[in-house]
């Protein structure tokens, strides 16, 4: 989803999931592991490692903060430390927040949010799936597997 703020004229130009990211020379990242879903064969599920990545366009000083949610937007899961970045005018800067250790507790759909200046400025869906062994899907696919 891309979303602007006229006003203070930046610009959200994407949002990655992935297991790891790496800075690499001249600046670059290097994304491994991107995804949109996670499948797992049994909940609850401990995520080891996984990074929420942005880009933002535009100027100006800004705080942001990404926070993990259950389906009913609730409950937090986890929430990432504010971090301030500032982009010159005509520029892009790149947020990378990774989390440790996320458990989620059942299948289901979580919404990672990114707040900026203190107030929602993007949600992203991340749906966790239950597999058995013969990699059916679904809610019931890890109580099917166990029985």
Wanted: glycine share 6%.
């Amino acid at each position: 989803m891309k979303t602007e703020n006229r006003s203070n004229k930046l610009e959200l130009a994407y949002t990655i999931f992935c297991d790891d990211v790496r800075l690499e020379i001249g600046n670059k990242l290097s994304l491994m592991g991107v995804f949109h879903q996670i499948t797992v064969q049994q909940f609850p599920v401990s995520v080891m490692k996984f990074a929420v990545v942005h880009q933002w366009r535009g100027e100006g000083t800004h705080v942001s903060e990404v926070r993990i949610l259950t389906d009913d937007r609730q409950q937090p899961l986890v929430l990432s430390q504010p971090t301030s970045f500032e982009i010159a005018p005509g520029g892009v800067a790149n947020n990378v927040s990774f989390f440790f250790n996320v458990v989620f507790p059942a299948p289901g759909q979580y919404w990672v949010q990114t707040l900026l200046n203190s107030s929602l400025h993007d949600e992203q869906a991340l749906t966790i799936f239950a597999v058995d062994a013969s990699g059916a899907t679904g809610p019931d696919a890890a109580s099917e597997a166990i029985n």
